[in-house]
């Protein structure tokens, strides 16, 4: 017997399947685009919410009180108001604004309601070191002529205060206002200091380019979307036809280096000493480029650390940008070769 037509149920079948494929692509189109707009939304507002996630979480953390709470809590959150001192001023107020400005809120560059409500401190706000042999290994006699740093096997700390104060990111006359009862002079194995509790600071999200405001003397790190992820002050070239422009780019990166004395570049000091050749100055962090050169692409320019961190800012250099050694650490990790740097007025 003949069979019978199956147009009509094969039709209603095609059909059928079309529609599921209809309500199945609608259906993961409107998942992709509410993922989509849900990423954008935390996106945009993350740093609002990862504030207040963080409170949410530090059980440790309170308000902070007097200045050097604000620059300590300030410095661990990425916002150098340069060398601790426990003294309002300047920079304090622009790592402030950096600090409103990443995390959204009105730009008064004041301890504001606002930003105390985001901005807490984690106890221990301050923590003891105690000194041990690799401490005083680190510390050397100061050298007192350019051709005696070129004598030296490293550019060491000169004294114990000095090595204490920078690598707890502080001004020396504040540590010493910590310890009262302390003899700088006659310090031992064992001796116990009291410093804040500042950590190394390192990005944790990708950096795009580096901003440099020469009006502000600050340096800043940006992301690929403008996120603001690290602040600090920075010093630039006394002449202002020493100052340059426009965008610049990173040509190398270089930790701990060495430093090459030109006396047809520093004439004034090779005639002086009566040196008439190159040699070479060895690393250390009171080798004159400290502890970070990052060379840029217009040559003898760089972004580089400093043996006298507590002046950033507030002097000017030869041409050069200057940044205290623990930011110039946190830069190098940060930066890469051919990044932009863009340098504004």
């Known amino acids: 017997m003949p069979k019978k037509p199956t147009t009509k149920r094969a039709s209603t079948s095609s059909r059928r399947k079309t529609q599921q494929q209809a309500r199945w692509t609608k259906h993961w189109l409107t998942r992709t685009i509410t993922a989509l707009i849900t990423a954008a939304v935390v996106s945009h507002y993350w740093p609002q919410l ?20 604000l620059q300590i809590a300030l410095a661990r959150e990425g916002f150098s108001p340069g060398s601790i001192d426990g003294a309002s001023g300047s920079q304090t107020q622009a790592a402030l604004l950096a600090y409103q400005t990443s995390r959204g809120l009105p730009l008064s560059g004041a301890f504001d309601a606002d930003t105390t409500q985001l901005l807490q401190i984690e106890e221990p706000v301050f923590t003891t070191r105690r000194l041990g042999a690799e401490d005083f290994a680190a510390v050397g006699r100061k050298p007192q002529s350019w051709r005696a740093r070129g004598e030296l096997d490293r550019m060491r700390y000169n004294t114990l205060l000095e090595m204490i104060a920078e690598q707890a990111q502080c001004d020396p006359d504040f540590i010493t206002s910590l310890n009262p009862g302390i003899d700088w002079s006659q310090l031992s194995l064992g001796d116990s200091i009291r410093i804040p509790d500042v950590p190394p600071f390192r990005i944790q999200q990708a950096a795009a380019y580096i901003q440099i405001a020469l009006a502000k003397r600050t340096l800043r790190v940006f992301s690929a979307n403008h996120r603001l992820l690290f602040h600090c002050p920075v010093s630039i070239a006394r002449r202002v036809d020493k100052r340059p422009s426009g965008e610049l780019r990173v040509k190398v990166r270089v930790d701990q280096p060495n430093y090459t004395f030109n006396p047809a570049i520093l004439t004034g000091t090779a005639q002086r000493e009566g040196i008439t050749q190159k040699f070479i100055i060895q690393p250390g962090p009171n080798n004159p480029v400290g502890t970070v050169w990052i060379g840029l692409n217009l040559p003898s320019y760089g972004i580089h650390g400093t043996p006298e961190p507590e002046k950033v800012g507030r002097t000017e250099s030869s041409g050069c940008f200057r940044l205290a050694n623990w930011n110039a650490q946190t830069l190098l990790d940060a930066v890469h070769v051919n990044m932009p740097i863009y340098v504004e007025p």
């Open 50 to 69: 990862r504030s207040l996630t963080d409170i949410n979480w530090r059980s440790s953390a309170r308000a902070i009180h007097g200045t050097a709470e």
